[in-house]
């Protein structure tokens, strides 16, 4: 399975602190998107970011792709305890499973902001 | 707003039962996902489907069939629910394509007791 690995599986920090989490992964990609996922509930993007992309901005959150070491890092700056879940990368890979849509996930990050 | 709804939040069922999970989507989206989440293990795709009747096998299809008859529904069958089919369910679509199409909507889930 191309599954992509996060980096720590746990992350406790406090309010106003940064968080980074880390994806490696081990075949070429098309793109790398991250997920949240509250306790107990579906998935959400949050951003995506492209292989020919090194850097990504969206509010609060940084997206940095680094293809030669095959991996990437999510950075979520002054944390909130509402940012409190768990963080999933998913790649798409340049195969016919991804070009059918599929995306690889990782077994995730939990998250932990302490107020 | 995509919306992607699962039927049950909760469901149990005992051993040897034939389950079915169904996931609509309001959106049109051609791609249809079903992945099972288990603590560690991250999310695994069970099977997708990009068009109507279409149907690709996932990373992990033993025990498991489905349905999609319909555009906007795609079906889960547990053929003979076994307890090692106890799980959260999450059901996904995503336009097929590049671009907005790339990423995911995920349904709330199912969490699926098998006893």
């Known amino acids: 399975s191309q599954q992509g690995e996060e980096d720590p599986q746990a992350l406790s920090i406090q309010e106003g602190e940064n968080a980074t989490m880390n994806c490696s992964y081990k075949t070429s990609i098309n793109n790398l998107q991250w997920y949240r996922q509250n306790s107990g509930r579906g998935l959400v993007h949050l951003i995506l970011i492209r292989s020919n992309e090194r850097e990504k901005h969206s509010g609060r959150l940084r997206v940095t792709l680094d293809t030669s070491k095959k991996s990437s890092s999510l950075l979520i700056t002054a944390s909130r305890a509402a940012d409190t879940a768990s963080y999933f990368c998913?790649?798409?890979?340049?195969?016919?499973?991804?070009?059918?849509?599929?995306?690889?996930f990782g077994r995730g990050t939990q998250l932990t902001v302490w107020p | 707003d995509v919306k992607v709804t699962q039927s049950s939040r909760y469901l149990v069922k005992r051993t040897g039962e034939k389950v079915f999970l169904e996931c609509v989507q309001d959106m049109d989206h051609e791609n249809m996902f079903w992945y099972r989440q288990d603590p560690g293990l991250g999310l695994r795709l069970i099977y997708f489907?990009?068009?109507?009747?279409?149907?690709e096998k996932g990373d992990i299809p033993e025990g498991y069939s489905v349905s999609r008859e319909k555009k906007e529904r795609f079906s889960l069958i547990l053929e003979s629910a076994s307890t090692n089919q106890t799980s959260m369910y999450l059901c996904?679509?995503?336009?097929?394509?590049?671009?907005?199409?790339?990423?995911?909507?995920f349904g709330s889930g199912t969490q699926l007791s098998v006893l």
């Open positions: 996904a679509s995503s336009l097929l394509g590049t671009g907005f199409g790339e990423k995911l909507f």
């Open positions: 998913a790649t798409k890979h340049i195969d016919r499973g991804s070009t059918l849509g599929r995306l690889y």
């Open positions: 489907s990009y068009d109507v009747k279409m149907k």
